[in-house]
């Protein structure tokens, strides 16, 4: 078949926008490793100092260890939290449940200015504000959206007949949901803890209204990084952590081919 | 009598999230409604107030002109890679659809980085062109409007991609194929025929993009340079700077009826439910 114009404005087109989205994202590897103490390409060669920096600096590893852990505990409960909640809205399929699960995606429409806001005032009341505490309950808020979404797409595919043979042959709902649904629903549970990790681990605009010195994490050091002086360890942070999304997406294609 | 005792068990799975979501989410954000008309006194004061600010008007044009141009950038950009990830299979096609969604990993925070260090003053970008002797003074490409708009659509641009991927994925090739035996030329067949079964995946896409840049925080505030200031960074400037409470909240009170404003016009086009509670 022969190539018309309009194959390769498409063709073209789209790898000039996947260009655009990719390219921009890799110019802070050669920035991390430059040799100047500011932003900039290496002058007279490569240096690792901006990692040896990164690694050797309480507050950035602390910051990190901090983000790690808090998005753990707040992906553990997210999971748990909406998949008992897909699956029972799943169960039930009624008006009410459907209401259930748009209040349940709120926290996708609402800006996260306004809701950090709303946050923050309460959060002063329950004496929440700066604890690791009120971060973790801020954070599983604004993850439970993704949990939900990702378990009740999977159900989607579950035959209903499946849990009533269960029911008739006397299991109980508690066992038929931990017998029957549960592991029908686990790809989506995957999905939806890693999802639930990263809203946590990625969260900016809530951790800036809720915390001040106590709680770092590390978007909040990358965002007073920006602020303050334009320092090259945001580059090597940056680096380190786009190595690892490669790295986590790679494992992740490798695995389902 | 067993049918009630189990809706009350599959309740039992349902209550927890749905309790804390109102009582720690829910609430808290008519709380900022509650704050909008009674601080600094009960009444409508914050509004009036809002109403009459310049300021304020000229934010809100730029935070509607800002989502819109997002949106149509998104828009062609997304539509381009969609087309072609569903229309022409080869070996790269897994690759493209990969590189699509990987910049969706990578936080905004760390984007909206990458962008200052291209497009600031001395960034990458006028670096080149002075090297090459293009320009001789560095030319003003962020904490400006176009900055913003770069780094938006970059920023927002999966998601346009991916509810367009979806429809296009549903689309039968039949319809094309029998326009172009009809003798549709390749053009006209994609105009008259393909285009618009496309159209609710568009929509979608269209309705993300739009709702998710009128409310940005990061992006706009990082590239903005305090001079592009949409609404969400005006609110943050009345509260950390002004302490005005009463005015912050107003505005957030003005940006959800906004929002919400704009979902409930576009369900008339789009299947919200489709494009909200049930997208992959």
Known sequence: MQVSAFRIFFQTGAWLVIAFLVLPILVVLPISFTDTSYIGLPKEGLSLQHYANYFSDPD????????????????????????????????????????ARWVLITPILVPPVVQSLGFYRFWVKLGLIDTHV??????????????????????????????????????????????????????????????????????????????????????KMI??????????????????????????????????? | MPRINEKVSY??????????????????????????????????????????????????????????????GCLILGYIVAYAISNFASRLTPLMVALVILPFWVSVLI????????????GLVNDALIHAGMIERPLRLMHNELGVLIAMIHVMLPFAVLPMLTNMRGISGIYVQAARSLGASEWTSFRQVYFPQTLPGVLSGALLVFVLSLGFFVTPALLGGGRVLMISEYITYQIQEFLNWGLGSALSVALLVATALVLLISARFVNLRATLLERK
């Open chain 1, 60 to 99: 950035w590893l602390g910051a990190t260890w901090t983000s790690v852990w808090v998005g753990l505990v707040v992906a553990t409960c997210a999971s748990a939290l909406g998949t008992a909640f897909a699956i029972g809205c799943w169960f039930l399929s009624d008006r009410a449940a459907m209401v």
């Open chain 1, 134 to 219: 009120g971060v973790i309950l801020a954070h599983t808020l604004l993850a439970l959206p993704y949990v939900s979404i990702s378990v009740f797409a999977a159900l989607t595919n579950l035959d209903r007949n499946l849990p009533r043979a269960a029911r008739s042959l006397g299991a109980s709902v508690m066992q038929t949901v931990w017998a029957v649904v549960v592991p029908a629903a686990r790809p989506g549970i995957a999905t939806g803890f890693i999802f639930a990790f990263i809203v946590s681990f990625d969260e900016i605009v809530g951790v800036l209204f809720i915390t001040v010195r106590n709680v770092q994490t590390l978007p």
């Open chain 1, 223 to 257: 965002w007073e990084g920006i602020q303050d002086n334009i320092d090259p360890t945001i580059a090597a942070v940056a680096t380190l952590l786009i190595a690892l999304t490669l790295l986590a997406t790679a494992i992740g294609v490798l695995r389902r081919s």
């Open chain 2, 11 to 72: 309740w039992m799975l349902v209550l927890p999230a749905l309790t804390i979501m109102v009582c720690f989410y829910i609430l808290p954000v008519l709380g900022i409604w509650e704050i909008a008309f009674t601080e600094p006194e009960t009444g409508l004061g914050n509004f009036v107030k809002m109403a009459e600010s310049n300021a304020v008007k000229t934010s809100f044009v730029i935070t509607f002109r800002v989502a819109a141009i997002t949106t149509v």
């Open chain 2, 111 to 122: 984007r909206s980085f990458s962008w200052i260090v291209l497009l600031g003053r001395s």
